[in-house]
Every structure is written in structure tokens, then in C-alpha cells.
């Protein structure tokens, strides 16, 4: 173990490195260039790749084709270039291809506020690319898990061979903290299921109780069609009723069914809580103060309740909160998270609370102590 003081988005790359990961791809985008400026040092001292492309659309596509050569790969943008990126995103995913998106969100729409904060793009992050596709999405809310979560983002698409979204915020990408850095021996790497079998007996999507398939890497012998057509377990176009049924119900059932494995959220005072604030990304440090201020000063039981994995949302997790007198919720959007508590919590116009900002600037803990004392109005 060794100590940096490093930014957020250097700590993505100190953290994909541990993980195994030697192939990135991006084209420079404010605020997640510091990305790409580590990469394109580092990579090349351990024999890996960096790759600028002419865009993101052929940075996400290179990613695919080098995960399917069995390299773990990144790419890293923000808010014009993530758009770029979905229709690609959405091959890997009905594909099963494992690889890491890094978002370091910037105000929009357009061009918006390329050096300001947001988490605009959060409903984005889910359904940005079009059909029903499952998604992993996590977010850090400080420099040290920046590093930490990279890592599990990298362990959770080659256990599930799915795209993971890194979805970090200005605010994060270009803060500077002391971080940890553990090497491959001190944390726990998982790599991708590998074939047991021979060639002439592999199928890329083969059927039965195994929701994630082995996956081999093209040039070891193994040869399979990959297709963004619906498909059969050979991976050849199938527009069959039963074949296009089972492929979705699989694809959402390895997320659905695992997800005491992806689900990671983190609580603060929440022991004795009668009011939780609800937030994600760099938010949350704003939250965790605001909540011993009110305890200190105000008497208020509040907890904070940070969701570090956004999608799959916790909907059960947050059923527990129909129990709290109010739930309050900021973010730097007009509402997004709180949209998505609200098709949970019982009575919700009586007890949410959002806290909006969306000028670029960071949510403070005063305007989360101002709302929670006013409560609902």
C-alpha cells in the first residue's frame, strides 16, 4: 500500500491499473481529460495500449472490439461525448461484452457548462440507449472511492460480462485528497469466465441455468459470431419468439438475481434516524455534514443514506424509508433521484424534499439544513 494526493480522475486510473486493466480508448472531453493524460503515461509502462480516437463514438467501439480479445478496457468522457457513446453502449450490453464507461458529469443540455458540475445525467445513465437492457451504474463521492470503486466496477462487468458506468461529477473528477492505493494482492480482482471446453464445443450465449456465459477471446482458437441482432446461443441473428424471449429474461435476470453482489450503498447515522437524506456522487459530502449540523445544533435525528450503486436502484432498500417523517433529497438536477423515489415512498408529496442546483455550482450543507428545518411545503 502507498499514499497520493491525487485528483478524482487520476484515482480512476490508479484504480483501473490495480484492476488489470490495460487498454483505454477516449478523445479529450472537459472535465475527464486528467483521464486520459494518466492513461496515455501509465499505459505504456505496462505494456498496455492508449488509444486516442477521432471521437467517442470510435473510442467506445475500440473498447468493445479489444474486451472481446479478452483485455479489460475504459474509456472515460462527459456529457456530449457519453451521448456519442449509447448506441455502442447498447451493443455491448445485448452483446454481454464487459468493459468500464467513465462519466464525469458537466452541466448540459449541448455544451452547457463544460467546467461546471452536474448529475444531470444520471436517468440518462440508465435509459440513455434505446430497448430494454439491463445496466450497472456507480458513483463516487470521494477521491478515495474513486479508486476503490474502479476496481469493482471493473470486477462486477467481468463477472456479469456486462458495460459498467463509472458516473462520477465535476466536483469528484477534480477534487484533490490523500488516497490509499493497494496493489492486485491487497484487493480482491476478478477476471472473466473463460470456456472449459474445447472450440468446436463453445457457444458464445450457451442455454441453461448459467446466466452468465464463458466468454473466450477471439485469437485463442475459439471462433463465434457476435451480432447486435437478436440472437441464438451460437450468437447467429434469431427472430424467434422463445429465442428473443429467453435471451431478455437472461440478460435481466443476471442483474436482477445477484444483486446482494451489486448493490452497494453506504448509511451514516441512520441508528436511530427519523429523517434520511438520500444522495449520491459528491453530494453526499455535503449530506453527511449537513446531517451532524442538524444533529448538533437542531436535535434532528437525521441519517444519510448514499447510494453508490445507482442502477440497479435499491427499491427494496428504500421501501425501509416509508418508516421516516421526511426523506430528503439533493441533488444538481431538478430532480431526477427524487423522481425515482416518489414510484416508492407512500405518500411521497408529504415527505420528500428536493434540494436543486443546477448553475453548475455544488449543493452546500447550509441550503440542506435551510430545506430540512422548513420540511414540506
Given at each position: 500500500m502507498q499514499e497520493k494526493f491525487i485528483l478524482g480522475n487520476e484515482a480512476?486510473?490508479?484504480?483501473?491499473?490495480?484492476?488489470?486493466?490495460?487498454?483505454?480508448?477516449?478523445?479529450?472531453?472537459?472535465?475527464?481529460?486528467?483521464?486520459?493524460?494518466?492513461?496515455?503515461?501509465?499505459?505504456?509502462?505496462?505494456?498496455?495500449?492508449?488509444?486516442?480516437?477521432?471521437?467517442?463514438?470510435?473510442?467506445?467501439?475500440?473498447?468493445?472490439?479489444?474486451a472481446l480479445t479478452g483485455h479489460k478496457t475504459i474509456t472515460a468522457t462527459s456529457g456530449p461525448g457519453f451521448s456519442?457513446?449509447?448506441?455502442?453502449?447498447?451493443?455491448?450490453?445485448?452483446?454481454?461484452?464487459?468493459?468500464?464507461?467513465?462519466?464525469?458529469?458537466?452541466?448540459?443540455?449541448?455544451?452547457?457548462?463544460?467546467?461546471?458540475?452536474?448529475?444531470?445525467?444520471?436517468?440518462?445513465?440508465?435509459?440513455?440507449?434505446?430497448?430494454?437492457?439491463?445496466?450497472?451504474?456507480?458513483?463516487?463521492?470521494?477521491?478515495?472511492?474513486?479508486?476503490?470503486?474502479?476496481?469493482?466496477a471493473f470486477n462486477l462487468a467481468e463477472e456479469f460480462r456486462t458495460p459498467v458506468i463509472f458516473l462520477m461529477d465535476e466536483i469528484i473528477g477534480h477534487l484533490r485528497e490523500k488516497v490509499r492505493i493497494y496493489d492486485e494482492t491487497e484487493v480482491e480482482i476478478i477476471n472473466r469466465e473463460k470456456p472449459q471446453v474445447p472450440p468446436e464445443e463453445y457457444t458464445v450465449y450457451k442455454d441453461g441455468d448459467k446466466l452468465v456465459p464463458p466468454l473466450a477471446s477471439y485469437g485463442t482458437g475459439y471462433r463465434y459470431h457476435i451480432t447486435g441482432l437478436a440472437h441464438n446461443r451460437h450468437g447467429l441473428p434469431s427472430f424467434s419468439s422463445e429465442t428473443v424471449i429467453k435471451l431478455s429474461e437472461r440478460l435481466h435476470d443476471k442483474i436482477n438475481k445477484n444483486l446482494d453482489k451489486i448493490s452497494i450503498y453506504n448509511e451514516f447515522f441512520m441508528e436511530d434516524a427519523e429523517i434520511v437524506i438520500v444522495a449520491y456522487g459528491s453530494t453526499t459530502r455535503s449530506a453527511i455534514s449537513a446531517a451532524d449540523i442538524l444533529r448538533k445544533k437542531h436535535g434532528k435525528k437525521v441519517g444519510v443514506f448514499q447510494l453508490v450503486t445507482v442502477w440497479p436502484?435499491?427499491?427494496?432498500?428504500?421501501?425501509?424509508?416509508?418508516?421516516?417523517?421526511?426523506?430528503?433529497v439533493p441533488e444538481m438536477s431538478l430532480g431526477q433521484l427524487r423522481g425515482e423515489l416518489e414510484k416508492q415512498i407512500i405518500n411521497a408529496k408529504e415527505k420528500l424534499i428536493g434540494v436543486n442546483r443546477i448553475d453548475g455550482y455544488m449543493i452546500t450543507p447550509d441550503e440542506i439544513i435551510e430545506k430540512t428545518l422548513r420540511g414540506v411545503k
Amino acid at each position: 500500500m502507498q499514499e497520493k494526493f491525487i485528483l478524482g480522475n487520476e484515482a480512476v486510473v490508479e484504480g483501473a491499473l490495480v484492476a488489470g486493466c490495460r487498454f483505454f480508448s477516449g478523445y479529450p472531453i472537459t472535465p475527464s481529460s486528467e483521464i486520459a493524460e494518466a492513461f496515455s503515461r501509465e499505459l505504456p509502462k505496462l505494456g498496455g495500449v492508449f488509444l486516442q480516437m477521432e471521437d467517442e463514438i470510435g473510442a467506445m467501439g475500440v473498447i468493445v472490439g479489444a474486451a472481446l480479445t479478452g483485455h479489460k478496457t475504459i474509456t472515460a468522457t462527459s456529457g456530449p461525448g457519453f451521448s456519442l457513446k449509447q448506441e455502442t453502449l447498447g451493443f455491448a450490453s445485448f452483446t454481454e461484452i464487459p468493459c468500464v464507461v467513465v462519466n464525469v458529469q458537466r452541466g448540459g443540455p449541448s455544451t452547457g457548462l463544460p467546467t461546471m458540475a452536474s448529475q444531470a445525467d444520471l436517468m440518462q445513465s440508465r435509459w440513455g440507449t434505446h430497448g430494454e437492457h439491463p445496466i450497472i451504474v456507480l458513483s463516487p463521492s470521494s477521491v478515495q472511492e474513486c479508486f476503490k470503486y474502479t476496481i469493482t466496477a471493473f470486477n462486477l462487468a467481468e463477472e456479469f460480462r456486462t458495460p459498467v458506468i463509472f458516473l462520477m461529477d465535476e466536483i469528484i473528477g477534480h477534487l484533490r485528497e490523500k488516497v490509499r492505493i493497494y496493489d492486485e494482492t491487497e484487493v480482491e480482482i476478478i477476471n472473466r469466465e473463460k470456456p472449459q471446453v474445447p472450440p468446436e464445443e463453445y457457444t458464445v450465449y450457451k442455454d441453461g441455468d448459467k446466466l452468465v456465459p464463458p466468454l473466450a477471446s477471439y485469437g485463442t482458437g475459439y471462433r463465434y459470431h457476435i451480432t447486435g441482432l437478436a440472437h441464438n446461443r451460437h450468437g447467429l441473428p434469431s427472430f424467434s419468439s422463445e429465442t428473443v424471449i429467453k435471451l431478455s429474461e437472461r440478460l435481466h435476470d443476471k442483474i436482477n438475481k445477484n444483486l446482494d453482489k451489486i448493490s452497494i450503498y453506504n448509511e451514516f447515522f441512520m441508528e436511530d434516524a427519523e429523517i434520511v437524506i438520500v444522495a449520491y456522487g459528491s453530494t453526499t459530502r455535503s449530506a453527511i455534514s449537513a446531517a451532524d449540523i442538524l444533529r448538533k445544533k437542531h436535535g434532528k435525528k437525521v441519517g444519510v443514506f448514499q447510494l453508490v450503486t445507482v442502477w440497479p436502484f435499491p427499491y427494496a432498500k428504500i421501501d425501509e424509508f416509508n418508516s421516516m417523517k421526511e426523506i430528503v433529497v439533493p441533488e444538481m438536477s431538478l430532480g431526477q433521484l427524487r423522481g425515482e423515489l416518489e414510484k416508492q415512498i407512500i405518500n411521497a408529496k408529504e415527505k420528500l424534499i428536493g434540494v436543486n442546483r443546477i448553475d453548475g455550482y455544488m449543493i452546500t450543507p447550509d441550503e440542506i439544513i435551510e430545506k430540512t428545518l422548513r420540511g414540506v411545503k
